[in-house]
């Protein structure tokens, strides 16, 4: 079995920043991409940033230059630095990994969620 427990969620005025992270655990074999998603109120699930076992990154667009996406390996953790927050960006925050497991399977999994607020 394997998880991913996230953190650091919370509430911020906005041009805050807050640092969110996310430890996978279990019976992990390797972690191939990791990423965070969120979803606001009312809206899609949409994907904020992802980076590979190997550090290449790829971000939404529209957070590029406030975002930022980083792993430690040694960890099994995905952290998302957010700067200059924005009232728009209050949203359920949600980690995601590729992960291989012990006995080979190969699982996607998600964490269970950490709301961001960010207020005006």
């Known amino acids: 079995q394997v998880q991913l427990v996230e953190s650091g969620g919370g509430l911020v005025q906005a041009g805050g920043s807050l640092r969110l992270s996310c430890a996978a655990s279990?019976?992990?074999?390797?972690?191939?991409?990791m990423g965070w998603y969120r979803q606001a109120p009312g809206k899609q699930r949409e994907l904020v940033a992802v980076?590979?076992?190997?550090?290449?990154?790829n971000y939404q667009d529209s957070l590029k230059g406030r975002f930022t996406i980083s792993r430690d390996n040694a960890k099994n953790t995905v952290y998302l630095q957010m700067n200059s927050l924005r009232t728009e960006d209050t949203a359920v925050y949600y980690c995601?990994?590729?992960?291989?497991?012990?006995?080979?399977?190969?699982?996607?999994?998600w964490g269970q969620g950490t709301l961001v607020t960010v207020s005006s």
């Open positions: 279990g019976s992990i074999g390797s972690i191939n991409a």
């Open positions: 980076i590979t076992s190997g550090g290449s990154t």
């Open positions: 995601n990994a590729r992960i291989t497991t012990m006995n080979h399977m190969d699982l996607p999994v």
